[in-house]
């Protein structure tokens, strides 16, 4: 690999064409160079990008992957056919872990059951989810990347929870209609656990964050 080229610049091309998030170890594998120096200029890019004048993009670490994304002011401008499409398979659990957030993993497990845990690894590989360890089991919540797809306006996990309710209100939804409307799994509203009462949900949050 040439030396008369920026790191910074090679690591803007590699996650610029494939399109998806990508770790450091994947970085390194694609240049060669050692962790150091790839955390160093992915930093450095991120602070370059940022002071772009009206750059439409930038450069996020989700859940330890490294993804270029278009800004959040400028979702709601974006056409529905340009947005990344998410297997249908996934949007029960993701709507449901917007609505409840923070939620335990083991919570969402009790809800649509043991498929969770393959739904939380793929929603996070796609860097639309932040699963962090709490005790034994993963406390999850919405990333940018989320926000962006579904045309929030807010970026916040917090603030993002409450529009999805809002949105499901409006729908007259609760979060297990919500759920059983978004599957292609043709499940039942019974098959998901009813959703947890205002109060537990206020107290959970409220813990989340402590």
């Not at 050692?34 to 989700?62: C, F, M, P, Y």
């Not at 999805?164 to 007259?172: L, N, P, S, T």
Request: some cysteine; overall charge negative; proline content about 4%.
């Amino acid at each position: 690999m040439s030396d008369s080229v920026e790191l910074s610049t090679i690591l803007e091309a590699i996650l610029f064409s494939a399109g998806r998030s990508m770790t450091v170890e994947e970085l390194i594998e694609q240049t060669g160079k050692t962790r150091s120096e790839v955390s160093g200029a992915l930093e450095n890019l991120r602070a370059t990008i940022k002071r772009r004048r009206d750059s439409a993009l930038q450069l996020t670490e989700v859940a330890g992957r490294w993804i270029f994304e278009v800004r959040p002011t400028l979702s709601s401008h974006l056409p529905k056919s340009v947005r990344p499409d998410v297997p249908a398979r996934l949007l029960p659990a993701a709507a449901l872990i917007a609505y409840h957030q923070p939620m335990k993993q083991a919570q969402l497990v009790d809800m649509i059951g043991p498929k969770a845990y393959d739904r939380v690894r793929e929603l996070a590989g796609l860097g639309f989810i932040d699963r962090r360890r709490d005790g034994l089991t993963r406390r999850l919540t919405t990333t940018r990347r989320f926000a962006e797809y579904f045309g929030c306006p807010e970026v916040e996990y917090q603030k993002v929870r409450e529009w999805f309710r809002a949105e499901a209100g409006k729908a007259g939804l609760t979060s297990a209609q919500l759920a059983a409307s978004l599957s292609d799994e043709q499940m039942t509203i019974e098959e998901f656990s009813e959703a947890p009462s205002e109060e537990a949900l206020a107290m959970e949050a409220a813990q989340g964050d402590e």
